[in-house]
């Protein structure tokens, strides 16, 4: 059963921006922080953003001042609004939502099937 699922990614320039959506069934959304991790070839999956259910937010210091996570409640979305993109933030990005704060990472929690984001330069 789906439960995450992930849109809005896609082929940028350098510079360009992208937002991406994770829409999610109504019991997790609800129940859970939800987040933002991104996986690049060769490398481990890092948190990018992160947003509670109450709606404090984290981020990597990689991505700060360049991304924002928000949630509408009310649409059961949770999304990464993705400026200035450097080549370096290509990478399968993939939702994430979890009880647990801050969240516990790969493994925890329910997790989408990811969405591609390559940034050329």
């Known amino acids: 059963q789906v439960q995450l699922v992930e849109s809005g990614g896609g082929l940028v320039q350098a510079g360009g921006s992208l937002r991406l959506s994770c829409v999610a069934s109504r019991i997790i959304f609800r129940l859970n922080n939800m987040g933002w991790y991104r996986q690049a070839p060769g490398k481990q999956r890092e948190l990018v953003a992160a947003?509670?259910?109450?709606?404090?937010?984290k981020y990597a210091d990689s991505v700060k001042g360049r991304f924002t996570i928000s949630r509408d409640n009310a649409k059961l979305t949770v999304y990464l609004q993705m400026n200035s993109l450097k080549p370096e933030d290509a990478a399968a990005y993939y939702c994430n939502a979890d009880r647990d704060w801050p969240l516990k990472g790969y493994g925890s929690g329910y997790w989408g099937q990811g969405t591609q984001v390559t940034v050329s330069s």
């Open positions: 947003i509670t259910n109450t709606g404090t937010t």
